[in-house]
């Protein structure tokens, strides 16, 4: 938050806690997204939106999603369709990831400095904050020279 130097800004505080997770998937290239929100995250969730990607991309694309190493990203329980191949980055490398700039990103702009009546407004606004992003913003927001090899 900004503030006077010098004050001691205050800020909403929650002191109870439920969580809402967004798998998401962004293309930086055209800024297509795919996105799922759960009340948990697990190899069934993973299998879930690995199948939505693969349905909204189609028999005729093939998808690289680049992945951290979280659990339910390798599990061996993992359903991955055909026209998916998973690349997962090194342990312990966010800044490699570059969905990860989009989840800090939703935080500072829209999740962070509020309290939540209950889950289901934290389930509305989480799904509110992803359709609010437009296909240019996941664009810059998620580009990276990894990705994008411009000549």
């Not at 938050?1 to 998937?25: C, D, H, L, N």
């Not at 998916?84 to 990103?105: D, F, G, K, V």
Request: aromatic content about 12%.
């Amino acid at each position: 938050m900004w503030a006077q130097t010098g004050s001691r800004p205050t800020s909403v505080k929650q002191t109870e806690y439920e969580w809402v997770y967004i798998f998401g998937a962004v293309n930086p290239v055209t800024g297509q997204s795919s996105a799922m929100i759960a009340p948990t995250v697990n190899t069934d969730y993973m299998n879930h939106h690995l199948r939505f990607i693969s349905e909204e991309a189609g028999d005729d694309e093939h998808v690289i999603l680049v992945l951290d190493q979280a659990g339910w990203h390798k599990a061996k329980g993992l359903k991955i369709p055909k026209n998916i191949t998973l690349l997962h980055l090194p342990a312990y490398s966010p800044e490699l990831n570059s969905i990860e700039r989009l989840w800090a990103y939703m935080k500072s702009h829209y999740l962070s400095n509020r309290a939540y009546k209950d889950y289901n407004d934290l389930f509305e606004t989480a799904k509110e904050t992803w359709n609010k992003i437009t296909a240019e913003q996941f664009c810059s927001i998620c580009r990276t020279e990894l990705i994008l090899h411009e000549k």
